[in-house]
């Protein structure tokens, strides 16, 4: 964490947020998310992913929210682009999230809900007040940074505005309509030169790939919103992706 971010985290500490109670319930959802809180509820882990977690506990334990809200063009993802700074995923688009700090509490309950409201506040400003967590899918594996990733889903209830905290973490903030997310005019394949193939969004002016775009892959196809696309089409990634 940077000099920046410390200091946020203790703006958090003061605010009493990280002492508040964390729960996971499906309340009060509107409609158009009970297709993604039944696929929730299903899922496996292979199903998201052939990277799991290492079998003898390793790894680095963090979370990432995945924010679902409802825009000008209904609904619609969170998500920011990376600094091009940062040591690991650098430049990349992603959920907001990261490592749990010990604060966060126990990595096996509640520790994943608070980092991932935690992360989200430190990175672009979100009040956490504002969001309702209906959902956690299995932890996944992102091998090339060991990070053990719980995929946090909640829904903005209360919208609060955004922006960037730290530019040294993270270069903008933005939302992506869901309709942009299924068009198949904006789905390809991303193929980097190691070989590994996996879907890709062209949206907001920004290639989403990887974990992030694999786990919004799923999702759409777990919850009925896949349509198809062509999946021969591709774009290729370079060695410093």
Known sequence: MTRAGEETYEAYERSGRTRDEVAVTTEGMPEWLAPVVGAVGTVRPHQLSRFLPPADG???QSAVLV???EGARGPELLLME?????RSHAGQPSFPGGALDPEDGDPATTGPLRAALREAWEETGLDPSGV???????????P????????VLGWWRTPSPVFVVDPAETARVFTVPVADLTDPANRATAVHPSGHAGPAFLVESALVWGFTAGVIDRLLHFAGWERPWDRSREVPLDWRA
């Open 144 to 151: 090339v940074s060991g990070f053990v990733v719980t995929p």
């Open 132 to 142: 309702q967590i209906f959902g956690v899918l299995p932890k996944l594996y992102i």
């Open 58 to 60: 390793g790894g680095r």
């Open 67 to 69: 924010l679902f809200g």
């Open 82 to 86: 990376r600094a091009g700074t940062l």
